[in-house]
């Protein structure tokens, strides 16, 4: 079973064959701006000593992030890693949220017990990451496999990077999910580094998709800048999971446009790649798209990018009123109580 | 009320969970058709079928990690390890997943990891450890060490029933040796609550595991030269009960710590620490710690005899407390 | 962050472990406009090299680190001020980096104020202004403690079951290891009841315990000893293990005892706080000397039973005797005080009235023919209370008494106590009167059976009888002086009489008898 490179998305006509609409693609590009601009005002506040620790951003990574999670069903579940800001925003994390995390505020998602990238809601069925990458693939299998054991017509999606890939999580997850045919899909970030270690120190084969043969089931390559062909192997992927298909694994490549972390200026990376790669940045890829393609008018744009940049502005006022945790509370959650389990993901 | 052994308890408490909660379900390696290593699942796969007795494949990552996800789905997972000895190998999705997940999002992970633990049958240095005060360390996660058949069954009920990732260290040299009469109906036996295994005044030993028997015999002995020495049964290490254990150092004023993993930094060690700053004003002899040495298990007959503790080191060191 | 209108801008932390960064370049100056977001500076770190956007629009109002400076993350950097706030021209060079520690001048601190003589008469304390610090009772206590009864080691039960109990370890037989007692030893012997027979080695008390938070003199309680042991014996049923030094009188054992270190009071377990903090309230831990006085005052009062009784003393004679004396002993390094006159006048009194001087122990009633007279020593800002013990001041003159009370006040001090000299006590005074207290009610050093308050010495209108044999109305310094004792062993009666005495000794001051 070969890995499938797939074809970019052409025309609007191929789009709505995939299950788009306008407004839907309005809205993949709203998300992207979004997640863009999380980004972009997070390294400032960053650069500001606003955000302690160190800060991550996933920029170039927009469309693939964004592309996988509208395709995720509702009651779809995932494991989204730092590079994975659109699939937050896709799923309906408020951008203040985001900030108050990034802060380390009582009201971001870990309420400051967890570095500022380290988020998820469960509630919206994605669950936090850890460091250790990819260690959340084994327990997006366990998603998986709890979908199967119930009958559960859903899906769990599992992200990684190029760099985690050579780890034996990765390994353990996919051979598990491919014995037992799991509903799930193995979602690869491949932006070429793993902070400073290019592909070719990282995997010795031409893909990461490739391996998905050793496991059984299919691998499939994308331009993750693309996002309309994100989307539609996505949705494949996930749909096919669904239908008792087993998983696939679908490899996102990208470009990490900026360092490992903000403090990192990525000078190991060749210039002329960076270069190449800017040419393809999703977001001006996309709206290029929509303009010749989905018919975007400028005013249909300005309004966009003026909601967008209010929505921002508002959630880090609002960000920034939201209280320093109390440390009084700090041994207050290490265990967990009965009531606890009755959260609405635990169902 | 029927005579179990240590390991029929175990077989019963999953075997009634199972029945009692459809969210309950066991995965490890062998544990299906084989029915474990041990053979405490023998005969689940025909009463639960397949997709509640799960075979893996050899990945204790996968096994731990892919209990957390499933918990964190809304089901109440029981993994084995074949051996707690390889629980080294999901050390990572214990400690840095689950243990900390409910702290970071408030996402409970109900888990159970059952661990065959424990010595005495020369398996050497991969199937013989007591690796429970590794775990002990760490935030988030709780010990379960059970002694008897009795506490066995009410303690994995509990741990099943527990919101959080519980580690149950189930003593292989007990699984066919220790019998007790144990109740037919499902029961729990809470966390944190020492029992009394043996009853004294004259000094007190804190234990937990295959120990409380060790304990047990030599206290009997000393019993001959009219030296009573009660033997506490910790049953859980995260919680364990300190409030028990001063107690009993309030009473006798001697005692004596006794576990069969190694001894630096080992659980006793907290324990002793504990006395030291909570009771000192009631002690009449210094702590006495009586553990295997820091050294890995050996595989040898005479080694491992030398390894682990036996009934006449914990008598003579009754005797020299007794003689203080 | 802000200051009042004002923005600052910090140094930020470029990586996880960086901890600084230096300032390359400022893009703007004080005065110049900048937009939010907007280049301000660029700064290097050991990771990167970055641009510092602005946190504000404004104005820059201040740069506080200059151009290659290295300074800290968090470090405050520049100050943006709103656009059209006043903003002081560029000074010719940016500031010193801001990181440096500012010169923080002397802080005042707080010196307690010499005893004011004249305008209180009172009686002089025998610790001047500033008083030594807490630091010799618990050294002193854990010397005693190591040093052993001759048996072996005491275990920490034992120490506290006779602490509780007023048992001496030593007089208890042992079974344990080398003949140390076991817990089982000391719970036999209090059950057996011959913990209420003296034991057979005597026990010194040491008398060290801190007292409420006073900054001069002697504060008013007095320190109830902290030791269960009880005080020396009787000399005669004194075996000494040893040749006992030339001193005058038999001291008490030499052997120090196995009791534990009065400063490490044993309560059995910490209870826990109960009630919650009101806003505003502070929660702070007790020292192990705070909760000494605290069990061993409860247990003074719990053992006890206080009354006082007071007298005025007309001290005219004391007073113009002093003046006489003064420079003379002056000159002999003697600083002779009313503390001196009261002491001796008071030892010479006890020596009529001996269960002033004595002790309950048991059913039995211990007296003696010495006198071993503790002094209350307040030390610095409350840290606590030290009653060094003049032994055997019935043998002292006043000079001597002044010398002694000198001495050790200056040991006190200076930290230079030795165990013996806080150990054995048989009575107390108390000098709360250099405040201007006119009365009051000491507590009682364990397990002594009374303590002699002091009090101000004031200038009062006096009924006299002039040479006729009138009554006229005179000025005449007076002094109150209590005495609080143990109704159990001394009656209002004979307390009153061991006053009256007391008193006429020091009105009717035969300067030759001393």
Redesign the interface.
């Known amino acids: 079973m070969a890995v499938r490179e797939a074809e970019p998305v052409g025309s609007l006509q191929e789009v709505k064959e995939v299950g788009l609409d306008r407004e839907d693609l309005l809205a993949m590009y709203r998300s992207m701006l979004i997640t863009r601009g999380l980004e972009e005002r997070g390294h400032i506040l960053y650069k500001q000593g606003k955000i302690p620790g160190s800060f991550y951003t996933g920029r170039g990574n927009e469309a693939a992030s964004v592309g996988v999670a509208t395709a995720m069903g509702p009651n779809d579940v995932g494991t989204p890693l730092h590079r994975d800001m659109g699939v937050h925003v896709v799923r309906g994390m408020e951008p203040w949220r985001v900030f108050a995390n990034y802060m380390g505020r009582e009201d971001g998602p870990t309420r400051g017990r967890d570095g500022n990238v380290h988020m998820a809601m469960a509630e919206l069925g994605l669950h936090t990451m850890v460091s250790h990458l990819p260690a959340m693939l084994p327990v997006a299998t366990g998603m998986a496999l709890a979908f199967k054991i119930r009958g559960d017509k859903r899906v769990a999606l599992g992200w990684f990077g190029e760099g985690s890939a050579g780890r034996g999580d990765a390994h353990e997850a996919m051979n598990f999910a491919g014995v037992r045919e799991l509903p799930m899909v193995f979602i690869c970030d491949n932006n070429q580094w793993a902070y400073s270690t290019p592909t070719y120190l990282s995997y010795p084969v031409e893909h990461i998709a490739d391996r998905a043969a050793a496991y059984g089931f299919e691998g499939v390559v994308v331009d993750g800048t693309d996002v309309l062909a994100v989307y539609r192997e996505a949705r494949r992927a996930i749909e096919k999971a669904r239908d008792g298909g087993g998983p696939t694994l679908l490899e996102c490549l990208t470009l990490r446009m900026e360092g490992h972390a903000v403090h990192d200026d990525a000078f190991y990376v060749p210039k002329e790649m960076f270069e190449r790669w800017a040419a393809y940045d999703p977001i001006e890829r996309y709206r290029s798209w929509l303009y010749d393609q989905a018919e975007l008018t400028e005013d249909e744009e300005s309004e966009l990018t003026a909601t967008v940049k209010r929505l921002l502005s508002d959630a880090l006022d609002r960000a920034e009123a939201s209280p320093q945790p109390d440390p009084a509370t700090l041994e207050e959650s290490v265990f967990a109580s009965v009531e606890d389990l009755d959260t609405p993901h635990h169902k | 009320m029927a005579e179990m052994t240590y390991i029929q308890a175990i077989s019963d408490a999953l075997r009634l969970e199972m029945r009692r909660d459809p969210r309950v379900f066991v995965l490890g390696e062998d544990v299906g058709v084989y029915g474990g290593a041990f053979k405490v699942s023998l005969g689940f796969q025909e009463e639960f079928g397949p997709w509640r007795v799960i075979d893996t494949p050899l990945s204790e990552t996968a096994i731990v990690g892919g209990a957390t996800g499933a918990a964190l789905m809304g089901l109440r997972p029981v993994a084995e390890m074949q051996f707690a000895d390889f629980i080294s190998c999901a050390w990572d999705h214990l400690v840095t997943v689950a243990a900390k997940q409910f702290f970071r999002a408030r996402t409970p992970v109900p888990i159970v990891v059952r661990l065959p633990s424990g010595g005495g049958f020369s398996g050497g240095p991969f199937h013989s450890q007591n690796p429970e005060t590794s775990f002990a360390h760490i935030p988030g996660l709780k010990i379960v060490c059970p002694a008897t058949p009795h506490d066995a069954k009410g303690l994995l009920a509990s741990a099943i029933e527990d919101p959080n990732p519980v580690l149950f260290f189930e003593h292989k040299h007990l699984y066919r040796r220790i019998k007790g009469e144990v109740p037919d109906d499902r029961y729990t036996v809470p966390f944190g609550h020492a029992r009394v295994h043996r009853p004294g005044d004259d000094a007190t030993i804190i234990t937990w595991g295959a120990m409380v028997h060790t304990a047990s015999e030599a206290a009997d002995e000393l019993a001959k030269e009219g030296f009573e020495a009660e033997v506490v049964d910790l049953r859980t290490l995260i919680p364990w009960d300190k409030d028990r254990v001063l107690e009993g150092v309030q009473r006798c004023s001697k005692v004596l710590v006794l576990h069969e993993d190694t001894r630096t930094a080992g659980f006793g060690a907290e324990i002793a620490a504990t006395i030291a700053e909570e009771a000192f004003e009631h002690l009449d002899a210094p702590v006495v710690r009586i553990t295997a040495p820091d050294t890995p298990v050996p595989f040898a007959p005479p080694l491992e005899k030398a390894f682990l503790p036996q009934v006449e080191d914990v008598v003579s060191a009754l005797r020299e407390l007794a003689a203080y | 962050m802000s200051t009042g209108t004002q923005t600052e801008?910090?140094?930020?932390?470029?990586?996880?472990s960086?901890s600084e960064g230096t300032i390359t370049k400022w893009l703007k100056q004080v005065g110049e406009a900048i937009g939010r977001?907007e280049p301000l500076l660029e700064i290097s770190?050991d990771?990167?090299?970055?641009?510092?956007?602005s946190?504000a629009e404004g104005v820059v109002a201040q740069i506080l680190v200059e151009e290659g400076a290295t300074v800290e993350?968090?470090t405050v950097l520049a100050l943006i001020a709103p656009a059209g706030a006043e903003v002081a021209p560029p000074v010719s060079a940016p500031e010193a980096p801001a990181p440096a520690p500012q010169e923080v001048p002397p802080a005042p601190v707080a010196v307690p104020e010499p005893v004011a003589a004249a305008s209180a008469p009172a009686p002089e304390a025998p610790a001047p202004a500033a008083p030594p610090e807490p630091a010799p009772a618990p050294a002193a206590a854990a010397t005693q403690a190591q040093a052993g009864n001759g048996k072996t080691f005491v275990?920490?039960?034992?120490?506290?079951i006779a602490a509780e109990h007023g048992i001496d370890p030593s007089a208890v037989p042992g079974t344990?290891?080398g003949g140390?007692v076991?817990?089982k030893d000391i719970l036999g012997f209090i059950e057996s009841g011959a913990a209420a027979a003296p034991p057979p080695a005597p026990e010194p008390a040491p008398a060290a315990v801190p007292p409420p938070p006073a900054p001069a003199p002697a504060p008013e309680p007095v320190a109830a000893a902290p030791e269960p042991a009880p005080a020396p014996a009787a000399p005669a049923a004194a075996p000494a293990p040893e040749p006992v030094p030339a001193a005058a009188a038999p001291p008490p054992s030499p052997v120090a005892p196995p009791a534990p270190p009065p400063q490490a009071p044993?309560p059995?377990?910490?209870a826990p706080v109960a009630g919650e903090l009101v806003p505003g309230e502070e929660l702070q831990p007790m020292t192990a000397m705070r909760r000494g006085v605290m069990e061993h005052m409860r247990r003074s009062v719990d053992t006890a039973a206080h009354v006082t009784s007071a007298i005025e003393v007309d001290m005219a004679r004391v007073v113009a005797l002093r003046s006489k004396l003064k420079p003379e002993l002056s000159n002999q390094k003697v600083n002779l005080t009313y503390l001196a006159f009261i002491a001796r006048a008071a030892v010479d009194t006890i020596l009529d009235y001996p269960w002033v001087n004595g002790e309950l122990r048991g059913q039995s009633i211990v007296t003696r023919p010495f006198v071993n007279l503790g002094i209350a020593v307040a030390l610095d800002e409350g840290k606590g209370l030290i009653v060094p013990v003049i032994r055997n001041a019935q043998d002292l003159n006043l000079t001597g008494t002044a010398r002694s009370i000198q001495d050790l006040a200056e040991r006190a001090r200076t930290k230079k106590l030795l165990p013996d000299d806080v150990q054995g006590g048989t009575f107390t005074i108390t000098n709360p009167g250099s405040f201007g207290t006119f009365h009051g009610t000491p507590i009682i050093n364990q397990p002594q059976s009374a303590i002699l308050g002091t009090y101000a010495l004031v200038k009062r209108p006096w009924v006299v009888q002039d040479e006729l044999g009138n009554d006229v109305i005179a000025i005449r310094p007076i002094m109150n002086l209590t005495l609080t004792y143990d109704h159990r062993l001394v009656d209002g009666a004979y307390a009153g009489m061991f006053l009256r005495d007391l008193r006429d000794r020091l009105e009717s001051w035969d300067e030759a008898a001393y």
Do not use: H, I, N
């Open positions: 801008v910090v140094m930020p932390q470029m990586g996880v960086v977001d770190t990771k990167v090299d970055t641009e510092v956007p946190p993350v968090g275990s920490p039960v034992v120490a506290r344990g290891t140390r076991t817990k044993a059995p377990a910490p």
